[in-house]
């Protein structure tokens, strides 16, 4: 990895995080899941550890018909999710567009639209006489009080819907249920954390982390219900899921020894500021638009495109460098520009010279590749937190899937993280929001 201008390497110097800033990332980190997990310290966590109600892993050998919402990734999707013992599924399912005003329009028409499209599905699947049972997969902070109840502490990823925080999204959803007719029973909801999880350790009983590096970046892990100050399920059990919602790290200053300009700027402009501060150098939602401003910035300072006269005016645009454009980018092979010609080109760059299209191409990797260690911190911590000699790590996300380097960057930081003597390996999802959801929905279905 080299830029042709070395001036556009030191530009990009801060992007590079040494192994002892990341000690330090993953330090802290500790430091604030067990602030989150201790009942005292909760309330001013950064991380809140929410604990799931999930406790029981999957056998492989469940068995039966679910339906499952997917609500708060790239798409929203209805699944039917059929498991057939022997750690075999059937799926089938649909994607539905949530349109832009509905995601920042009332609750009540969010909460109707997903009915609408639930009955859609049932109607041609031929499900509507059936009475089947529904697990969600809600992907958003909520504080579960059981179950089937999870209050939203507040939206994260663009959605801003008004009259849902701080209520039971199952309620809402059950009561969009009613009053479109779709007789259904929730059975359970879910963080697509919970569902990744759930999905990969139905496959391989080591999995104990499930993380997503997608639209947002959070992970949740399987912890010993006595570290649980807050809880309160039955005392039979040893284990429970937390969903850490570490996304929020650094909200309270921790990352601002690593955060760039770049970072501060697409928070300020972003719809919940001061939140989310982790997820914002790492996710899908914000990757593309830090790569915009960095490559700004090399303008400005006249680093690249130098031959082209004026300003290229489609950049300018927040978000029309897409977090795509990153993979797209690095997937070309070394030395070969064409998915990178093509996309400067789409945004009115017609004359990047070689020199130019390695620049831009650099920029990309610095942003991908500090993504890719911050996650590693985490996951390392986690990992050494669990402390037995080997760990699965269930992994899904459109980041973690369509870039060709992140895995290959994530893997070998979180080997220099974990403590010496602990084994681990990441395990891809298949589908593991519609998957998880019907698993956990399996275990309480009576
Ligand atoms: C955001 C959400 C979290 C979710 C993650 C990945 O961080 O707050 O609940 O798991 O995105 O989708």
Not at 78 to 104: C, G, Q, R, Y
Request: with cysteine.
């Amino acid at each position: 990895m080299s830029a042709k201008t070395p001036r556009v390497r030191t530009l990009m110097e801060e992007f590079t995080l040494n192994n002892s800033q990341l000690a330090e990332v993953s330090r802290r980190f500790l430091n604030e899941i067990n602030r989150g997990l201790c009942a005292q310290t909760h309330d001013n966590a950064d991380v809140k550890c929410f604990p799931t109600y999930v406790q029981d892993l999957p056998t492989g050998e469940e068995v039966g018909k679910y339906l499952a919402l997917d609500l708060g990734g790239t798409n929203f999707r209805v699944l039917l999710v059929t498991l057939k013992a022997h750690h075999e599924v059937d799926m089938e399912s649909k994607i539905f567009a949530i349109p832009k005003e509905i995601m920042t329009g009332p609750g009540v028409q969010l909460f109707d639209h997903i009915a609408e499209c639930l009955y859609t599905f049932m109607k041609e699947q031929n499900l509507v006489d059936e009475h089947l049972h529904l697990g969600f997969t809600f992907s958003f902070p909520c504080q579960q009080l059981g179950l089937t109840k999870g209050i939203l502490v507040r939206w994260t990823k663009g959605f801003n819907c008004a009259g849902v925080e701080n209520e039971d999204v199952v309620l809402l959803l059950k009561d969009a249920l009613k009053r479109r007719q779709v007789d259904i029973s929730v059975v359970a909801i879910l963080n697509d954390t919970t569902g990744t999880l759930m999905s990969c350790a139905h496959r391989n009983k080591h999995c104990k982390i499930g993380v997503i590096i997608g639209t947002g970046c959070n992970a949740c892990y399987l912890e010993r219900v006595e570290n649980v100050d807050l809880y309160d399920g039955p005392s039979d059990k040893s284990h429970v899921i937390i969903n850490t919602e570490f996304g929020a790290f650094g909200e309270s200053g921790m990352l601002d020894f690593v955060r760039s300009e770049y970072d501060r700027f697409v928070d300020q402009a972003s719809m919940n500021p001061g939140r989310q501060i982790y997820e914002k150098m790492i996710s899908g939602m914000y990757m593309g638009e830090i790569v915009r401003l960095a490559l700004l910035k090399a303008i400005d300072k006249k680093l690249i495109f130098t031959d082209s006269g004026r300003k290229p005016q489609r950049l300018q645009i927040v978000g029309s460098f897409e977090t795509k454009f990153v993979s797209d980018i690095e997937s070309d092979p070394n030395g070969d520009f064409t998915n990178c010609r093509a996309i400067l080109a789409g945004l009115g760059i017609r004359n990047a010279t070689d020199d130019d299209c390695s620049d831009v191409r650099y920029i990309c990797e610095c942003v991908s590749k500090r993504a890719a260690h911050l996650v590693a911190c985490g996951l390392a911590m986690l990992i050494n937190k669990i402390d037995e000699p080997f760990v699965t790590v269930g992994v899904d996300g459109t980041v973690y899937r369509l870039h060709p380097k992140f895995k290959g960057y994530m893997f070998e930081k979180m080997r220099q993280l974990v403590k010496p003597g602990i084994e681990f390996d990441l395990m891809l999802s298949e589908d593991g929001s519609g998957r998880g959801a019907a698993l956990v929905a399996a275990t309480v279905a009576v």
